[in-house]
């Protein structure tokens, strides 16, 4: 991990604190330029040039702000969250162990290369800052929690790809099935015996016994789609289920146990729907243990190519890539239902493509194609006003922001292109020997 030092600290801090780590056998090291991976920055004091200086650290890395002296006030603290730091460790004097260090850089360490596996970049595709951010927090409850997880979002954004993740994810030995139950389909009628399973001859039709869902999840996973559609009663029968972990089989007198992971997932604002009186509010608090909100595809426009690839890959076999007219087209196209309706536009190229080129206009369908002419693209909107608005607020140069953003787009376009050099240097509109001269902080000379 690396260590940064800001502001003005007494001679004995960095001295102090790096023996502290290192008789941990925690490798350091102390980096005076741009940083990445995990580390922490140790101050004495808070101000705006420290926030300044934190800001530049967290751009590229996860930081752990560590403040040895005076306790900064409750406003510094969030400032120092605002700021990019992950978490805020206040020590009037330096402890004799370092735990709160260490186990801290683990975890975070533990979750980015979960987050960064193929297991989890197959499944949850995409790279928008939104996006991973997600990403990240799945993978924490998944690995380190039980926690009842409530995913929140619009029709098509992944919750039941995030809820069987939660499943995979699960560490628990021996684990069960994951059960899904849509409560959009449940029949009040037969609610009881689709929930909780029922005896032999406990109603007209009942030949035999059967296990319900609350059974079949037992070890496992049982995830509750759309449960913001379930009725009153209903939830009231699912609240004592969820909450004893005890259920009666339609027919039976006697208490069944069941040990289960609760996923649901709805589209609807539940806290809307309890000031309403359509949603029970114990039943909320119950099922959302933690809370994930999945970005519609229109405020995680970044990822609408590489999910277009990635659809492309699933469909196979071949080997397609996207022309630029075919790219703008699905970058400015309208996305009512979401990922799943990006899916089905790409499945509908892929079926009418023909050959080993790449997909180009007339593989769009008739339907699909827009009446008029589409608008041109334009990146420079709000966003990139407001950003150089700020740097100009806190003193930056013309160089200074040129430069910043020249490094943004080479870092994008490779992370885009999967690393490869050539790609990339064509996206940007350079040579090969351009890119790799800017990388190695050099200026081409023609």
């Known amino acids: 991990m690396w260590v940064r030092f800001l502001g003005r600290v007494?001679?004995?801090?960095?001295?102090?604190?790096?023996?502290?780590?290192?008789?941990?056998g925690v490798e350091l090291t102390f980096p005076t330029g741009a940083v990445e991976g995990f580390g922490a920055a140790v101050f004495e004091q808070v101000d705006d040039a420290l926030l300044d200086e934190l800001?530049?650290?967290?751009?590229?890395?996860?930081?752990?702000a560590?403040?040895?002296?005076?306790?900064?006030?409750?406003?510094?603290?969030?400032?120092?969250?605002?700021a990019g730091a992950k978490d805020v460790l206040v020590w009037p004097k330096l402890p004799d162990a370092d735990g709160q260090i260490v186990s801290r850089l683990e975890r975070w360490s533990t979750v980015e290369g979960l987050a960064n596996s193929a297991q989890v970049r197959?499944?949850?595709?995409?790279?928008?800052?939104?996006?991973?951010?997600?990403?990240?927090?799945?993978?924490?409850?998944a690995a380190f929690s039980q926690a009842s997880v409530l995913v929140i979002g619009e029709s098509g954004t992944g919750k039941e790809l995030i809820a069987r993740l939660i499943h995979d994810l699960d560490r628990r030995r021996d684990k069960g099935d994951f059960v899904v139950v849509d409560c959009t389909t449940i029949v009040?009628?037969?609610?009881?015996?689709?929930?909780?399973?029922?005896?032999?001859?406990?109603?007209?039709?009942?030949t035999n016994a059967r296990d319900g869902a609350f059974a079949l999840a037992d070890g496992g996973t049982l995830f509750l789609d759309e449960i913001g559609e379930l009725p009153l009663p209903l939830q009231a029968q699912l609240l004592r289920a969820i909450q004893e972990h005890t259920y009666k089989r339609v027919g039976s007198n006697a208490w069944q146990h069941t040990d289960f992971r609760?996923?649901?997932?709805?589209?609807?604002?539940?806290?809307?729907?309890?000031?309403?009186?359509?949603?029970?509010?114990?039943?909320?608090?119950?099922?959302?243990?933690w809370l994930c909100r999945t970005p519609p595809l229109r405020e995680r426009?970044?990822?609408?190519?590489?999910?277009?690839?990635?659809?492309?890959?699933?469909?196979?076999?071949?080997?397609?890539?996207?022309?630029?007219?075919v790219r703008e087209y699905l970058l400015l196209r309208d996305y009512p239902g979401n990922v799943r309706d990006l899916r089905r536009i790409v499945a509908s190229l892929h079926l009418r493509h023909a050959g080993s080129g790449p997909i180009t206009i007339g593989d769009v369908p008739e339907e699909?194609?827009?009446?008029?002419?589409?608008?041109?693209?334009?990146?420079?909107?709000?966003?990139l006003e407001a950003a150089i608005g700020h740097a100009l607020e806190l003193g930056a140069s013309l160089k200074e922001i040129s430069h910043a953003a020249s490094e943004m787009a080479i870092k994008l376009a490779l992370e885009r292109e999967q690393g490869n050099l050539r790609r990339a240097a064509t996206r940007l509109g350079v040579t090969d020997r351009a890119l790799q001269l800017r990388r190695a902080n050099r200026q081409p000379t023609d």
């Open 188 to 206: 009040s009628e037969l609610a009881g015996s689709e929930l909780f399973g029922h005896e032999r001859g406990a109603f007209t039709g009942a």
């Open 262 to 289: 609760l996923v649901c997932a709805t589209n609807r604002d539940l806290t809307t729907a309890i000031a309403a009186g359509q949603f029970r509010a114990d039943l909320y608090y119950r099922i959302a243990g």
């Open 368 to 383: 699909e194609r827009p009446a008029t002419d589409m608008p041109n693209a334009s990146w420079r909107d709000g966003a």
């Open 55 to 64: 800001r530049t650290c967290a751009s590229g890395a996860t930081v752990l």
């Open 122 to 141: 197959n499944v949850l595709v995409g790279r928008s800052p939104r996006w991973r951010s997600v990403v990240r927090s799945v993978v924490e409850v």
């Open 10 to 24: 007494p001679p004995s801090i960095p001295e102090n604190f790096a023996h502290l780590l290192e008789r941990a």
């Open 66 to 82: 560590v403040c040895v002296g005076r306790r900064p006030s409750l406003a510094q603290q969030w400032a120092l969250s605002r």
């Open 301 to 325: 426009q970044e990822d609408i190519i590489d999910l277009a690839r990635h659809f492309l890959t699933q469909l196979g076999p071949k080997d397609l890539e996207i022309d630029e007219t």
